[in-house]
């Protein structure tokens, strides 16, 4: 099966590579734009991010976040064995593989086409059955109502989707009654604290209320890469009005022995604040 393409949306794994010497800013980014500027970013830079990051993330395992936590351990999605699931903002769709690996019918969606051919890549050195991958929109999911039983993302799609209402409405619509949706992304009290792994990621800088966007743009104010900031209180709200409820919130808290750095991770600023957020939530 090859890739099928549908549509373009933006498509979130953790952001620490060279961005060509862009200027960032904070001002608005609407929907097309951040769209346009994700799939770009990442079709470029996906090589470089598998090269640095593919050993972390493995070829087959299903980790939430920098901390390391694994599905494994976490069981946050319940049950997976026999159950259709969407991973959203797939990458190379290593959730996916270690889902299939456990018995459940994963299909693998992302904004970026080279992503996905790097799922392709790690199939044919495996040996294995290919992942079903689709690159599409995730604020306009290409599948019918009620197709899924699980839709998970792990730093994928969520926080650079310009209208992450819309997404989770989306995603809504495609579960399945009392299907769980389970989504990692950076912690949101980290924007306000400089994304920097040392002492100087340590003190507040900014407003945690200030909800523009984060935008990296050329020299014509074209945007090459964009990110999207909400409180705690506005993804609560965003998932119960698309009619989800939320079962837990969890904040991994930095592990003994992890000492590896990852962008503004680190074992400095994870000891003292948290990182990352994974909202668990069910469809009603």
Do not use: K
């Amino acid at each position: 099966m090859g890739i099928i393409t549908v549509a373009t949306t933006p498509q979130s794994e953790l952001h620490d590579l060279d961005d060509d010497g862009d200027d960032a800013v904070r001002r608005v980014a609407g929907t097309g734009e951040s769209s346009r500027a994700s799939r770009h970013w990442w079709d470029r830079n996906a090589d470089e991010y598998q090269d640095e990051h593919g050993a972390f993330l493995g070829d087959d395992r299903f980790t939430w976040c920098p901390e390391g936590l694994d599905e494994a351990d976490a069981g946050l999605l319940g049950e997976v064995a026999g159950r259709d699931v969407l991973e959203i903002g797939a990458g190379a769709a290593q959730c996916s593989r270690w889902l299939a690996a456990r018995g459940a019918r994963p299909v693998a969606l992302d904004i970026s086409y080279r992503q996905l051919q790097h799922s392709r890549r790690i199939d044919l050195a495996r040996g294995t059955a290919p992942v079903p991958v689709v690159q599409a929109d995730a604020a306009v999911l290409p599948f019918a109502d009620g197709s899924f039983d699980l839709a998970c993302s792990a730093y994928g799609a969520v926080p650079f989707s310009a209208d992450t209402a819309a997404l989770m409405r989306e995603v809504h619509r495609v579960l399945r009654p009392g299907g769980r949706w389970v989504f990692s992304v950076t912690h949101p009290i980290r924007w306000a604290f400089p994304d920097e792994p040392g002492v100087e990621g340590l003190t507040a800088a900014a407003s945690y209320f200030d909800r523009t966007p984060y935008v990296e743009q050329d020299e014509h104010g074209r945007a090459s890469y964009v990110e999207h900031h909400r409180t705690l209180g506005d993804r609560v709200r965003e998932l119960v009005g698309a009619g989800f409820r939320l079962i837990d919130l969890v904040e991994p808290e930095w592990p003994a022995g992890l000492e590896q750095e990852w962008g503004g991770w680190s074992p400095l600023r994870g000891r003292l604040i948290p990182g990352t957020a994974i909202f668990v939530s069910e469809r009603g």
